[in-house]
């Protein structure tokens, strides 16, 4: 089994920046693909950004955004970094991974999640 953590979230202005962290724990080696997803009040849950072992990334409809995926195979750690926040990225966000090397959007492709970090952005 796989554990997940997600840290990092908090409140922040708009314009301004956060670094989600999620760590994984207990048989990580069965670990391929890690992928954040985030979901809004009263929205359904969305595809933000994954990335595999090999370090290939896939953004789906963020890319070129604010948002970056980076990842730490050593430290069985990946991250989230947020740049000049927007009201509109409110939103609890959840770390997200598999055994597979695919970079699937769908939710349902994911075995392994964490409970989430609230990130809330203030105009």
């Known amino acids: 089994q796989v554990q997940l953590v997600e840290s990092g979230g908090g409140l922040v202005q708009t314009g301004g920046s956060l670094r989600l962290s999620c760590t994984a724990s207990?048989?990580?080696?069965?670990?391929?693909?890690m992928a954040w997803f985030r979901q809004a009040p009263r929205k359904e849950r969305e595809f933000v950004g994954a990335i595999n072992w090999g370090g290939i990334f896939y953004y789906g409809d963020f890319e070129g955004s604010r948002l970056t995926i980076s990842r730490d195979n050593a430290k069985n750690m990946m991250y989230l970094q947020m740049d000049s926040l927007e009201p509109e990225d409110t939103a609890i966000y959840y770390c997200?991974?598999?055994?597979?090397?695919?970079?699937?959007?769908?939710?349902?492709?994911?075995?392994?999640w964490g409970q989430g970090t609230q990130v809330t952005v203030s105009s």
């Open positions: 997200a991974a598999d055994e597979t090397g695919g970079l699937s959007k769908s939710s349902s492709s994911y075995a392994f």
């Open positions: 207990g048989r990580t080696t069965e670990l391929n693909t």
